[in-house]
């Protein structure tokens, strides 16, 4: 089982819906959960962090972790052209290590 | 622009060749790190430093070298590399808040893109 998956998309949505990026991890332990956005040819961007059960809301993007079913989630409302990226999730595992998943690619459709 | 610069952009360079990658941040952290990442897959930990040592070490070949000789710059040096070490070479930085606890919250510079021949 590899430690952080995400699937690899594309995920396409229409301009203004909801997009909804899931990862999942193995280390129940985990702690610290982030997510990254990389543009085609950038490097990686950090939008959000979660430590907490719940959810956590930052303008148009939120994220929900639900540590008893180790998975996290970005959800980003009214999604715009410029949201078309691939998000990488992140994982503080509970031995010190950020481990990275393979990121999803999201188009957003005029 | 995320403070963290990184010289130079682009490098090719043969297998005999000796270079190294050069990042510098401007943010006031304390931990560094470097990355690769190759097409098609996840993000590669190469190795951390805090407070200039180096903590971690993750069975990276020894024909890359790191250095941090301060908290603001850090260098990869690299010596007779293979073509599968081409890819995208990343530097991040964070700080630590505590002795020994990194915040992770990473921010990375632009990335040198490697092309062994």
């Known amino acids: 089982q590899k430690e952080v998956e995400q699937n690899s998309g594309p995920l396409s949505v229409p301009e203004g819906a909801i997009a909804s990026l899931n990862c999942t991890y193995s280390?129940?332990?985990?702690?610290?959960f982030f997510w990254y956005r990389q543009y085609s040819g950038k490097s990686p961007e950090l939008i959000m962090f979660?430590?907490?059960?719940g959810d956590k809301e930052d303008g148009r993007f939120t994220a929900q972790l639900n540590k008893a079913s180790q998975y996290v989630s970005l959800l980003i409302r009214d999604s715009q052209p410029s949201d078309s990226a691939t998000y990488l999730c992140a994982v503080l595992t509970s031995y010190d290590k950020v481990i990275f998943g393979p990121g999803t690619s999201l188009s957003v459709i005029p | 622009e995320t403070g963290v610069t990184q010289t130079p952009r682009h490098l090719v360079m043969g297998m005999t060749n000796k270079k190294s990658l050069k990042c510098e941040q401007h943010l006031g952290h304390n931990a560094m790190y470097w990355y690769k990442q190759s097409a098609k897959k996840p993000l590669e930990l190469m190795f951390v430093?805090?407070?200039?040592?180096?903590?971690e070490n993750n069975s990276v070949p020894s024909r890359f070298s790191p250095e941090c000789p301060n908290s603001s710059h850090l260098f990869l040096h690299l010596h007779t590399l293979q073509p599968e070490d081409s890819a995208l070479y990343l530097c991040a930085s964070s700080q630590e808040v505590a002795p020994g606890v990194i915040t992770y919250e990473q921010y990375f510079g632009p990335g040198t893109r490697l092309t062994v021949t």
């Open positions: 979660i430590y907490s059960n």
């Open positions: 280390d129940r332990g985990s702690q610290s």
């Open positions: 430093y805090s407070l200039e040592e180096r903590v």
